[in-house]
């Protein structure tokens, strides 16, 4: 028996046999072609699932986190961005309010709350202060990057008013996936904001 063919610039296609009448023709032409988007669809329609997966497997999920114990049990004031989430998360800017106001930078923010300014010069270098730029950095699925940490051995004041004043503190971050999809949040909430992109203004970022 001879498969009817043609030629396609593709390759070579089979060609639905015609039994000579004219509507069964007409049918199985039909039928042909339907077959033919109904492959196009499940194609498609795979590929999506494709995409929802590997964007799954590559999601970012940033909340903040603070505290007063180090691993270990040592008092240790700690405030950072942890990224619960089961891939990196590229941290685009991070804004800090504390009281409703923005705060640019650590030493800002212990003055205000804390009374850091009116610390002799000794004392400052004797608090031993932590901090990391955590501007574009990126945060590793699982990991914590922390961006103020104040241990109360080295100034048992400070470090009491900052376990105190930490509760104030609130944030707004923009960060995206490695798929390039980005997220608005405030590090609280469940459902950060989907964004196109993390347009900022430089100048309200909080700065080491």
């Not at 504390?98 to 004392?123: D, F, I, N, W």
């Not at 930490?166 to 980005?182: D, F, I, N, S």
Request: net charge negative.
């Amino acid at each position: 028996m001879t498969i009817p063919v043609k030629p396609t610039p593709e390759g070579v296609e089979i060609e639905p046999r015609k039994v000579g009448h004219r509507w069964l023709d007409l049918i199985l032409a039909a039928s042909a072609m339907m077959l033919s988007v109904i492959s196009v669809a499940v194609a498609m329609h795979h590929g999506h699932v494709q995409e929802e997966l590997v964007a799954a497997n590559s999601w970012p999920f940033l909340r903040y986190e603070h505290g007063n114990l180090s691993d270990d049990g040592e008092q240790v004031v700690g405030m950072g961005i942890q990224n619960v989430g089961v891939g990196p998360a590229l941290l685009k800017y991070l804004r800090v309010t504390y009281e409703g106001k923005p705060v640019l930078a650590r030493r800002e923010l212990l003055t205000r709350c804390c009374g850091y300014g009116q610390l002799s010069s000794e004392e400052k270098a004797r608090s031993n202060i932590a901090s990391n730029h955590l501007q574009s950095a990126v945060v590793p699925a699982g990991e914590t990057k922390l961006f103020l940490s104040l241990r109360r051995q080295d100034n048992p004041a400070l470090w009491e008013e900052l376990n105190r004043e930490r509760w104030k503190l609130k944030m707004e971050a923009c960060y995206c996936a490695v798929l390039h999809t980005c997220w608005r949040s405030d590090l609280t909430g469940l459902e950060p904001e989907r964004v196109k992109q993390c347009d900022h203004d430089p100048a309200l970022d909080f700065r080491e």
